[in-house]
């Protein structure tokens, strides 16, 4: 909501600035670097991500290289904000300037990717999201937001709100998996944690959703590919996680880099004036994805980056990051009538609004050298990180071999075990080389013997082998789409040596993205999904191993026994008339089933949950369902209990099953709770042929359990009230 005192300041300030000025504010630098040649930090950043650049060099590059943030642009006028300026020291330098030696002392805004963690790097977002724990996930936001502004940072492009059907994609990595309730309420807490109820406080960062809208169904898993999708099922799919961020208070938003059914987003007005200001009230900054404006030329859409620049900045976005399509073209626009001056005053209000929010026109010196080393890698923040981590390992198998005890003779193989600073995964911050602990640091810090594996040496005498298999950092993530799930061929060849051994193995996996593991499941008596974990990724893993920490985790995404099964494998996909089945002609693969590996909600536990006595009845607001959930093991244990819906008869082909809720229950050794829901009526409604919003009535089913393919049923004949 618009505060009137920043709105008076905002108008007294536009009534002051010239074209240029204003065009200025609407321009994102990227900082260069001098050497030899002249890269940009977004180039860099892309050499690493597509492997022509190891993420050492490229650390080593920016350490010792100087770094051209072009000061005279600066000084001109020309700059309204940077992207990956780190380092308070230096951010504050460059804020001089704009406050000191401009005509206007209009303060920078420095924005930054803040994924999953700064410096204390966490579980990448599809792990944590297997905690199904908003609390948890507003904290580790808040923890990043404290190290990232000590560090001078203003606004982290983060969270990502994009429902993710298709593990081939990389960016699945960043995503809350293949659910819009999921993700939604993911991007909600993390909103919270980073912007807090005041983003004046210096340890506040503005959020900025992204990416708008549906990225993750780009077609083929392929990353910026196109999305074609009928406005059904953008509705009901795709758009309520980002609706849910926006309306947590998130300032700033972000449009995709993909087209949506022919018309790129970043030149998209029904998505960046129609539904995000008109429909959802939405009066914060919007912001182009890295050189996201003058690619609308390789769309096909504008004729020179000049018309990019005027498709863009008419359909609703406020600021350019770093194609500088902007900065070049749009004083000539507004001076031709191309772009209405009205609308540039818009677009610059909008981002100085953030500004005064924050503000920075106030206190633009938030942090310093001092604040900024105390801030990074502290004790309680590892801390947090192994809790984090804990809670997002999702134990997969597990034939009575875990947890381990005390004195078994380890031997650990496979060079993820070793490697620390592939636990980081994509997008990891602020990173340093060496931050994190590996499985054999972990091992090393706890004084426990292992041998180590070596690949042409017979295998050491041991009680268990600890084998860790899967991706590097590096295999997911932007650019890192993959057409083949399956693991490497030196992975399985691996599994299968140690399990001809006779020794029981335990499969400890790092990626990125759901994997097909079924050479695992063959091989391995055990199988921990550890994603890329953060910081203290072998602590953690120790902590789940040897049951100091039962784990509770839950998949958010299903795995594919093969590739060939993806994008189809997501848990709510809609019916079909022949449904999977013996006979020939139904919906199935002659060569792989048609159900995940392991389905969408699965977790183990080293205890054992039961459901019985299911119940739900209609009420005044929706429905209300409840379960009875017992801990029949021998150990506590949460467990996450999950409520699912199906519509049998509708206007339109329905889900075969909904998520509508959840809960976490913390439950001692024959310890029973009556779990309740409600269900809002709304969850039942969907968009008909002619795009209406609609609630049938008739029989609901509601369907409880510890997964989506093992629950207890109730049956509701639902009446509008």
């Known amino acids: 909501m618009k505060h009137p005192e920043i709105e008076k300041r ?94 206007l002392g209009i303060p920078l805004i420095n924005g930054f990717d803040v994924i999953h963690g700064f410096r204390t790097i966490t579980p990448i977002p599809l792990a944590e999201s297997c905690a199904w724990d908003t609390d948890l996930w507003e904290r580790t936001a808040r923890m990043s937001a404290e190290e990232a502004a000590a560090a001078g940072i203003h606004m982290t492009f983060s969270p990502m709100a994009d429902v993710s059907k298709d593990p081939r994609w990389g960016r699945i990595a960043e995503s809350a998996g293949e659910d819009a309730l999921l993700n939604g309420l993911y991007g909600e807490a993390k909103v919270k944690g980073y912007q807090t109820d005041d983003l004046t406080r210096h340890d506040a960062l503005a959020a900025c959703v992204k990416h708008f809208a549906a990225y993750g169904a780009a077609e083929g898993g392929r990353d910026y590919n ?5 406005p059904q099922r953008f509705e009901e799919e795709y758009l309520p996680s980002y609706e849910r961020a926006v309306k947590a208070g998130a300032r700033a938003v972000m449009p995709a880099f993909n087209d949506l ?34 690619e609308c030329v390789n769309h096909g859409i504008a004729e020179d980056r000049r018309d990019a620049a005027r498709q863009a900045l008419n359909a609703g976005m406020d600021m350019d990051m770093t194609s500088g399509c902007f900065l070049d073209h749009v004083k000539e626009l507004v001076e031709t009538g191309e772009v209405p001056m009205e609308r540039l005053d818009e677009a610059v209000s909008d981002i100085l ?22 801030a990074m890698l502290t004790p309680a923040h590892r801390a947090l990180a192994r809790e984090a981590a804990q809670r997002s390992m999702v134990l997969l198998r597990n034939d009575g071999l875990l947890p381990l005890k005390a ?28 931050d994190c602990k590996s499985i054999q640091d972990a091992l090393d810090e706890e004084h426990i013997a292992y041998r180590a594996v070596a690949e042409d040496q017979p295998l050491p005498d041991c009680d268990v082998f600890l084998c ?80 100091r920490v039962n784990p509770s985790a839950k998949l958010t995404a299903g795995f594919p026994s093969a590739s060939g099964q993806c994008p189809s494998l997501y848990y709510d996909h809609i019916r079909t008339g022949r449904p999977a089945g013996k006979f020939k002609y139904t919906s199935k693969y002659l060569d792989a089933p048609v159900e995940p590996l392991f389905p969408f909600g699965f977790g183990l536990s080293y205890t054992s949950f039961r459901y019985s006595d299911i119940s739900a009845v209609q009420t005044g607001l929706g429905i209300h369902a409840e379960i009875t959930v017992q801990n029949i093991g021998d150990r506590a ?85």
């Open 226 to 230: 196109r999305v074609d999708m009928s």
């Open 10 to 103: 905002i108008q007294d300030l536009l009534s002051k600035m010239t074209l240029e000025e204003k065009v200025g504010q609407l321009h994102q630098a990227g900082g260069s670097i001098v050497g030899a040649f002249d890269l940009s930090l977004e180039e860099i950043l892309t050499m690493v991500q597509d492997g022509r650049m190891t993420e050492e060099e490229a650390h080593k590059m920016i350490s010792n290289a100087k770094r051209d943030w072009h000061e005279d642009d600066l000084r001109a006028g020309r700059i309204g904000s940077y992207l990956g300026l780190v380092g308070s020291e230096e951010m504050n330098r460059m804020q001089h300037i704009a406050v000191e030696e401009t005509r």
């Open 468 to 547: 860790a298999i899967g991706e590097g950092k590096n295999e997911s993530g932007e650019a890192a789409s993959r057409a083949s799930l399956e693991l490497t061929e030196a992975d399985i060849a691996l599994l299968k040596r140690l399990k001809e051994s006779g020794k029981p193995v335990v499969a400890v996996v790092f990626a990125g993205r759901p994997l097909c593991l079924g050479p695992a499941v063959e091989n391995a008596d055990a199988i921990l999904m550890a994603w890329h974990p953060g910081v203290e990724a072998g602590p953690a893993i120790l902590d789940v191993l040897y049951g």
């Open 261 to 294: 059914s022919g018309v790129p987003c970043s030149v998209n007005k029904k998505l960046l004036t129609d539904i995000l200001r008109r429909r959802w009230g939405f009066d914060g900054m919007t912001i182009s994805d890295a050189n996201a404006i003058a």
């Open 353 to 374: 609004r953030l500004k005064f929010e924050l503000g920075l026109f106030d206190d633009p010196y938030r942090s310093g050298p001092e604040q900024e080393k105390a």
């Open 637 to 721: 244990g949460d467990e996450i209990v999950q409520c699912y819906f199906r519509d049998p008869v509708a206007r339109r082909v329905r889900p075969v099953r909904k998520l509508a809720a959840f809960e976490k229950a913390a439950l001692r050794p024959g310890e029973s709770r009556r779990i309740a829901f409600d269900i809002p009526k709304a969850a039942f409604g969907y968009y008909d042929q002619d795009m209406n919003f609609v609630i049938d009535d008739g029989l609901i089913e509601i369907h409880i359990g510890g997964n989506v393919r093992d629950t207890l049923q109730a049956n509701v004949d639902y009446r509008s009230l």
């Open 407 to 434: 004195g078994l003779r380890i031997a650990l193989a496979g060079k993820l075990a070793f490697e620390k600073d592939e636990m980081s995964g994509t997008w990891a911050g602020s990173y340093q080389p060496g």
